[in-house]
């Protein structure tokens, strides 16, 4: 193995892929920058992940070969960057590529100036030119010959796009949120919507299930039957496809095709999280138990392949085996048949459309692959009757099939594991466990959740309160961003909610104070990404586009509306509403793109309910009263549970309003409140669902 590079010294993953290129690597720091300043040359910047399948392609295409790296090693100062490690190098950088070539993505390069200021941005470069894509070998050249021959000409064009950058990072304020709004939104999606194969647009096809999430949140506020009908018909869409695991369990990071069977084969923890939540609520919103089976199914897999002996989550699964992407999944049919005896064989062939041919396409060729993604073509009642089987033994042979394939395919090579713990991710799966331990009735998903916060609140969280956003083999390290204050609050918030620890409400409440000190915009409304503590960046970003992930100012906006509601803060609500008028005239724009930001103003418009249940946390009528409720979709509530129990409550310190509320009679008793106005205590579980229910 040859010599390492600087990058031998991290933590990330995706970092210590790249130590023993031949490129002379620095990782993000000052260091690298006095370098280039000392040297007089441009900063080659290159940005990905561990789990990118075209990273690790341009890794070894390009970085590892003695030639490229000699070119870069002449012409630059490189600095390698892990996205999710430092997600604010990346969302500022990202933004410059979508200015200057209209797209992104991963691995991403950018080559700027000493003093960090871009010039040039691009993607993924082979070593050669091909198919009208430059290459590595005359790119360097090209760029070596504007920085010596032009410099004048390249540092003002840098100026200009960092000024560019600086006044796009501005928002666009308005007036109040409203419910015309939120119509907008959901006739955008139903406009946008595939009725054929489920989800929004054509391929690529991601599962954006804050989409899914606002729609039952529309469906509950007007009754449109549309709305539901999106969700249901996605959602067992992307269960059906190829896109979930149906032997090991979990979704793949997105479909190829508008079918939802070829997916990008990695596995990202924040999909996990946000799809769990999704089905979780639909489960809710219609007791079909399709939807609660495939929430289980997704923590089932969370928590046997991506969770730490401490607790904690890891990052994702990549796409890639033995250098080929997608290899671990799929199938040829004499694998399957050699596996099995004849008669699940066949069963399995039938059910998961195994063809001897393979059963998609390869997207270059247009020929069949020859090999097999499982996926689901029609409903299990359907193949059994066609077979002449009843369906329980049907389901019953599939399932000993999938379990002994599931056995067959773990004696192969796995796909790499991004073993880092990062903060915000965590907060997401933590809300999903949370949400999953209640929809569900499962006190094992609520065990989990508690598990990975007590890590986070223990092992990243510096002495000074604030948070940190990496974690990895003992180190954590990072100053944390937006996402990790605003996901990890969240969390909290959803496992209070589920265990009545007050310990997650406090601290909830602890952490929300850092995060307005140290990253709430006085003058304009809303957070930055990033900490007035932190590394001061080329521009201090307020993100609220809804991506893969939510954004830290959507989940804020909620955290704020539900923290303000739980503690009778006046100040936390008008801060929620600070937020959503410092970005209404961005989101009226388009406002499909900020689903999970519609989902808090639907949430404020409610009106919330506060419900309060007081008892016996032990008592049958306690349980009782809270499994009701749990198994309904109330999205606009907060929840608070009294101990009568208890001489002095620790809630009622917290929340100010609890003190005079106990059981009637010493039974369970439950306080519905909405719209600054109360109803008469119950102790009936159908009677507070009717107070939830009535408008």
Request: with cysteine; proline share 5%.
């Amino acid at each position: 193995m040859r010599g390492a590079n600087r990058l031998i010294g991290e933590k990330s993953p995706y970092l210590l892929k790249h130590a023993h290129n031949p490129v002379n690597w620095h990782p993000w720091g000052d260091e690298a920058f006095k370098h280039a300043q000392k040297e007089q040359k441009p900063v080659f910047l290159s940005i990905g992940y561990s789990t990118c399948h075209w990273c690790n392609v341009m890794e070894e295409e390009s970085f590892a070969d003695a030639e490229v790296a000699a070119l870069m090693n002449e012409t630059f100062v490189s600095v390698k960057v892990d996205r999710e490690e430092r997600p604010d190098i990346d969302s500022i950088y990202m933004a410059v590529s979508m200015m200057l070539t209209g797209g992104g993505g991963w691995p991403l390069t950018i080559i700027m100036t000493p003093e960090r200021k871009p010039f040039y941005a691009g993607t993924y470069f082979p070593k050669d030119s091909r198919f009208g894509r430059i290459g590595m070998m005359e790119l360097i050249p090209r760029l070596k010959k504007a920085w010596e021959g032009q410099k004048d000409d390249v540092l003002a064009s840098a100026g200009r796009i960092t000024e560019a950058l600086r006044e796009q990072a501005g928002q666009s304020p308005g007036g109040e949120l409203d419910s015309p709004m939120l119509a907008a939104a959901y006739e955008g999606l139903a406009e946008n919507f595939d009725e054929e194969h489920g989800g929004f647009g054509t391929a690529p096809k991601f599962p954006a299930p804050h989409n899914l999430s606002f729609l039952l949140r529309h469906w509950r506020r007007t009754g449109e039957e549309k709305a539901l009908n999106m969700v249901k018909r996605t959602l067992r869409a992307m269960r059906r496809g190829g896109v979930f695991d149906h032997l090991g369990f979990g979704f793949h990071r997105y479909s190829t095709d508008p079918e939802w069977i070829v997916p990008h084969f990695e596995k990202m923890l924040y999909d996990q999280a946000m799809l769990g939540i999704a089905y979780c609520e639909a489960y809710q919103a219609t007791q079909k138990e399709e939807f609660a089976e495939t929430a289980q199914l997704i923590f089932t897999y969370v928590l046997r392949d991506l969770t730490d002996p401490g607790g904690q989550f890891y990052c994702a699964e990549s796409a890639d085996s033995d250098g080929e992407e997608g290899k671990f999944y799929v199938w040829e049919e004499d694998e399957i048949r050699r596996a099995l005896d004849r008669q699940k064989a066949d069963l399995v062939a039938a059910f998961f459309d195994v063809r001897a041919e393979g059963n998609f396409k390869e997207p270059l060729t247009g020929e069949p692959a020859g090999t097999n993604i499982l996926h689901m073509k029609r409903p299990p009642a359907e193949v059994a009757a066609e077979l002449k089987m009843p369906e329980k033994e049907f389901l019953k042979n599939i399932e000993e099939a999938r379990g002994r394939l599931f056995d067959v395919r773990n004696r192969g090579v796995r796909p790499d594991m991004d073993d880092k713990v990062l903060t915000d991710w965590n907060g997401l799966m933590i809300a999903a466990l949370a949400k999953g331990a209640q929809a569900l009735d499962e006190p094992g998903y609520a065990d989990a959740a508690v598990a990975a916060a007590d890590f986070i609140l223990k092992r990243m969280r510096k002495a000074d309160g604030r948070l940190l956003h990496r974690w990895r083999l003992g180190d954590a390290a990072v100053e944390a961003t937006a996402d990790d204050y605003a996901f990890f609050i969240w969390g909290l918030l959803e496992l209070y909610e589920a265990v009545f620890d007050t310990r997650y409400l406090r601290a909830a409440l602890e952490l929300n104070r850092v995060f307005i000190e140290d990253f709430w915009d006085a003058e304009g409304g809303g957070f930055f990404l990033t900490s007035t503590h932190g590394e001061q960046m080329l521009v201090r970003q307020k993100n609220i586009y809804d991506s893969a992930i939510p954004s830290a100012n959507s989940v804020a906006m909620l955290n704020l509306l539900r923290l303000g509601g739980m503690t009778a803060d006046a100040g936390l609500l008008e801060m929620a509403g600070r937020l959503g008028r410092a970005f209404s005239g961005t989101v009226g724009q388009s406002p499909t793109a900020y689903t999970q930001f519609l989902s808090a103003v639907d949430f404020a418009l409610g009106p919330p309910a506060e419900v309060v249940i007081a008892g016996d946390p032990k008592a049958p009528d306690t349980e009782s009263m809270l499994e009701a409720l749990r198994g309904r979709f109330f999205p606009n509530k907060v929840l608070i549970f009294r101990a009568a129990t208890e001489v002095n409550p620790d809630i009622d310190e917290i929340t100010g309003f609890t003190k005079e509320l106990r059981g009637i009679e010493g039974k369970a008793t439950a306080y519905v409140c909405r719209g600054q106005k109360c109803e008469l205590p119950t102790t009936d579980p159908e009677e507070m669902l009717r107070l939830l229910e009535a408008r």
